[in-house]
C-alpha cells in the first residue's frame, strides 16, 4: 500500500548539504511542511501516493538559503547613501535619516520589500537586526518566510524604545507574543560594543542564558572601531565581551574583519559562530575578513548580506562567490573554502549559528521543507560537471525558479506568490520620495 504525500519533487539533481556532493535522479518527498523522504526518483513513485508530482528538470534542489545578518527594513535605503566608510556612512546619512523617518510603517515596508527580494532569490530565512522588530515579524510573517527576530537594544533613545531597559522591555514582550509561530525564532540584537554599555551586555547575557537564546552583534568590522575601544575601555571589543562572559555558543558575531590570531583563538575556544558580510565590508570599505583563517580554527561561519544600503543586494549567491574568492586570493590557497563549504555556510551552518540546524539547514527526512530549485540547464551552465560547483561558481539568484518555504510554495515558476511587486514597487517609491526631500 502507498503510502500518502501531499507533493514529491523531481528535480536533476539534489544536493543534500548535509553529506558530500549530489544525488542524480533522486525524489524528494513532502508531507505537511516536512521532508518525508529522500530516495531514488522511481522507488519514489511506486512507495507514495502524491497529490501532486512536480518534475523539475535540469534544476539543482537545495535547502533554503540562511542569510545570517541583515537589517531587512533598510532596502529602503538601497542606494541612498553609496561610497562612503563606515562612520561616515552612519553619522552623516543613515542614522539622521533613521531619526526622521524610522517607524512602524517603514520598516514594515522595507521589510516586505527585502522579503520579496529574498524569496526571489532562493534566501527562506533571515537573522534580523532592526528598530521595531514587531513591524519586521508581521512583514515576514506576510510573505510567509521564516525569520529570526533580534530584540534590537540601543542605549540612545529612538521613535521606537527610550533607552535600553526599554528596548529590552519591548523585544521580549515580542518574544511572549510570538513564541508559538512556527516561522519565528528570536535572538538578543545589541548593535555593538561602542553603542552598548557594559550593564546592558550584563543583562542581555544573563537573559540568553535564562531564554537559550542567540546573542547576534557587529564586532571588529573596522580598525577605528577598535581604536575607540582601546581608548574607553583599555583593551579591544572582543576582549572587552569575553570579561563580561558574553562569548560562547550562543554568540554571533558579525563581520569579525579585524582579528588577530588571538582573538580567533578566542572565538574558536568558546564556540562562538561569525558572519561573514564580504560584500558589505569590501564596500564600506572596512577591510576583508580573514576567512581562511578563521575556518581553519574550526569556527563555525554563516553567510550574511548586510542592509541593502550597504551591499546593495540580498544576494546569497553572490556572497558565496565573493566568500570563496577571497578566501583564496587572502590565503594564496586555492582549497581555502571549496564550493561545497560555501554552500554549506550559506544554508547548514548558518542554520546553526541561530539554533535551527535540527529544523532547516539541508535535505534530510524529518526537516522543515524550505527548499529551492536552481535551473542549471541554460547554455551559460554547460556542461554540469559538478552541481555544487556551479551553484557557487556559474549560478545567480536570476536562477532561482522555485521556492518552499515549511512546503509552502513562495515562487513559482519565478513569480513570487503570495506578494505584489507592483504595489512593493509603489511603497519604495513613496519612502524615496520621503527620504530625499529637503527641509
Same mark, same amino acid.
Given at each position: 500500500?502507498?503510502?500518502?504525500?501531499? #507533493?514529491?519533487?523531481?528535480?536533476?539533481?539534489?544536493?543534500?548539504?548535509?553529506?558530500?556532493? +549530489?544525488?542524480?535522479?533522486?525524489?524528494?518527498? *513532502?508531507?505537511?511542511? !516536512?521532508?518525508?523522504?529522500?530516495?531514488?526518483?522511481?522507488?519514489?513513485?511506486?512507495?507514495?501516493?502524491?497529490?501532486?508530482?512536480?518534475?523539475?528538470?535540469?534544476? $539543482?534542489?537545495?535547502?533554503?538559503?540562511?542569510?545570517?545578518?541583515?537589517?531587512?527594513?533598510?532596502? /529602503?535605503? !538601497?542606494?541612498?547613501?553609496?561610497?562612503?566608510?563606515?562612520?561616515?556612512?552612519?553619522?552623516?546619512?543613515?542614522?539622521?535619516?533613521?531619526?526622521?523617518?524610522?517607524?512602524? $510603517?517603514?520598516?514594515?515596508?522595507?521589510? /516586505?520589500? =527585502?522579503?520579496?527580494?529574498?524569496?526571489?532569490?532562493?534566501?527562506?530565512?533571515?537573522?534580523?537586526?532592526?528598530?521595531?522588530?514587531?513591524?519586521?515579524?508581521?512583514? #515576514?510573517?506576510?510573505?510567509?518566510?521564516?525569520? @529570526?527576530?533580534?530584540?534590537?537594544?540601543?542605549?540612545?533613545?529612538?521613535?521606537?524604545?527610550?533607552?535600553?531597559?526599554?528596548?529590552?522591555?519591548?523585544?521580549?514582550?515580542?518574544?511572549?507574543?510570538?513564541?508559538?509561530?512556527?516561522?519565528?525564532?528570536?535572538?538578543?540584537?545589541?548593535?555593538?560594543?561602542?553603542?552598548?554599555?557594559?550593564?546592558?551586555?550584563?543583562?542581555?547575557? @544573563?537573559?540568553?542564558?535564562?531564554?537559550?537564546?542567540?546573542?547576534?552583534?557587529?564586532?571588529?568590522? @573596522? $580598525?577605528?572601531?577598535?581604536?575607540?575601544?582601546?581608548?574607553?575601555?583599555?583593551?579591544?571589543?572582543?576582549?572587552?565581551?569575553?570579561?563580561?562572559?558574553?562569548?560562547?555558543?550562543?554568540?554571533?558575531?558579525?563581520?569579525?574583519?579585524?582579528?588577530?590570531?588571538?582573538?580567533?583563538?578566542?572565538?574558536?575556544?568558546?564556540?562562538?559562530?561569525?558572519?561573514?558580510?564580504?560584500?558589505?565590508?569590501?564596500?564600506? $570599505?572596512?577591510?576583508?575578513?580573514?576567512?581562511?583563517?578563521?575556518?581553519? =580554527?574550526?569556527?563555525?561561519?554563516?553567510?550574511?548580506?548586510?542592509?541593502?544600503?550597504?551591499?546593495?543586494?540580498?544576494?546569497?549567491?553572490?556572497?558565496?562567490?565573493?566568500?570563496?574568492?577571497?578566501?583564496?586570493?587572502?590565503?594564496?590557497?586555492?582549497?581555502?573554502?571549496?564550493?561545497?563549504? +560555501?554552500?554549506?555556510?550559506?544554508?547548514?551552518?548558518?542554520?546553526?549559528?541561530?539554533?535551527?540546524?535540527? !529544523?532547516?539547514?539541508?535535505?534530510?527526512?524529518?526537516?522543515?521543507?524550505?527548499?529551492?530549485?536552481?535551473?542549471?540547464?541554460?547554455?551559460?551552465?554547460?556542461?554540469? #560537471?559538478?552541481?555544487?560547483?556551479?551553484?557557487?561558481? *556559474?549560478?545567480?539568484?536570476?536562477?532561482?525558479?522555485? *521556492?518552499?518555504?515549511?512546503?509552502?510554495?513562495?515562487?513559482?515558476?519565478?513569480?513570487?506568490?503570495? /506578494?505584489?511587486?507592483?504595489?512593493?514597487?509603489? !511603497?519604495?517609491?513613496?519612502?524615496?520620495?520621503?527620504?530625499?526631500?529637503?527641509?
Amino acid at each position: 500500500m502507498q503510502a500518502s504525500a501531499d #507533493f514529491l519533487l523531481l528535480p536533476q539533481w539534489v544536493v543534500p548539504v548535509e553529506t558530500a556532493g +549530489a544525488f542524480t535522479d533522486h525524489a524528494v518527498v *513532502v508531507q505537511d511542511g !516536512r521532508i518525508l523522504d529522500v530516495l531514488p526518483a522511481d522507488a519514489a513513485q511506486v512507495r507514495y501516493d502524491a497529490r501532486q508530482t512536480i518534475a523539475l528538470p535540469g534544476r $539543482a534542489l537545495i535547502p533554503g538559503f540562511v542569510n545570517l545578518h541583515g537589517h531587512a527594513a533598510m532596502s /529602503l535605503m !538601497r542606494g541612498f547613501a553609496d561610497d562612503l566608510p563606515l562612520m561616515a556612512w552612519l553619522n552623516g546619512h543613515i542614522w539622521p535619516a533613521e531619526k526622521k523617518h524610522v517607524s512602524e $510603517a517603514f520598516v514594515r515596508d522595507g521589510t /516586505l520589500l =527585502a522579503a520579496a527580494e529574498m524569496l526571489a532569490g532562493g534566501v527562506t530565512c533571515c537573522n534580523d537586526m532592526y528598530f521595531f522588530p514587531q513591524a519586521a515579524g508581521e512583514a #515576514f510573517l506576510q510573505a510567509g518566510m521564516r525569520a @529570526t527576530l533580534g530584540m534590537f537594544v540601543l542605549e540612545r533613545p529612538s521613535a521606537y524604545a527610550a533607552d535600553a531597559d526599554d528596548y529590552l522591555a519591548k523585544g521580549l514582550a515580542l518574544r511572549d507574543e510570538l513564541k508559538e509561530e512556527p516561522l519565528v525564532s528570536f535572538a538578543f540584537a545589541p548593535h555593538a560594543p561602542y553603542t552598548i554599555a557594559d550593564a546592558t551586555f550584563d543583562r542581555i547575557n @544573563t537573559l540568553a542564558a535564562q531564554l537559550g537564546l542567540p546573542i547576534h552583534t557587529h564586532i571588529h568590522e @573596522t $580598525a577605528d572601531e577598535i581604536r575607540d575601544s582601546v581608548n574607553q575601555y583599555g583593551v579591544r571589543p572582543l576582549e572587552r565581551l569575553a570579561r563580561l562572559g558574553l562569548l560562547g555558543p550562543n554568540f554571533i558575531g558579525v563581520h569579525a574583519v579585524h582579528v588577530s590570531d588571538a582573538e580567533i583563538d578566542l572565538l574558536a575556544q568558546h564556540g562562538c559562530h561569525v558572519a561573514h558580510c564580504p560584500t558589505s565590508n569590501l564596500k564600506l $570599505a572596512s577591510g576583508i575578513a580573514p576567512l581562511a583563517r578563521l575556518a581553519a =580554527a574550526g569556527i563555525n561561519l554563516g553567510l550574511g548580506t548586510d542592509s541593502a544600503a550597504s551591499n546593495n543586494r540580498l544576494d546569497l549567491f553572490a556572497e558565496m562567490r565573493l566568500a570563496a574568492l577571497l578566501a583564496k586570493g587572502t590565503s594564496d590557497n586555492a582549497a581555502a573554502l571549496p564550493a561545497a563549504a +560555501a554552500l554549506k555556510m550559506a544554508t547548514l551552518d548558518a542554520a546553526r549559528a541561530l539554533n535551527l540546524d535540527d !529544523r532547516i539547514g539541508s535535505i534530510a527526512p524529518g526537516k522543515r521543507a524550505d527548499l529551492v530549485a536552481v535551473d542549471l540547464h541554460a547554455v551559460s551552465s554547460q556542461p554540469v #560537471f559538478d552541481p555544487v560547483s556551479h551553484l557557487v561558481y *556559474v549560478a545567480g539568484r536570476e536562477h532561482v525558479t522555485h *521556492v518552499w518555504v515549511d512546503g509552502k510554495l513562495k515562487l513559482n515558476d519565478r513569480r513570487l506568490v503570495d /506578494l505584489d511587486t507592483e504595489d512593493l514597487a509603489a !511603497r519604495a517609491g513613496y519612502w524615496r520620495s520621503k527620504l530625499t526631500a529637503r527641509g
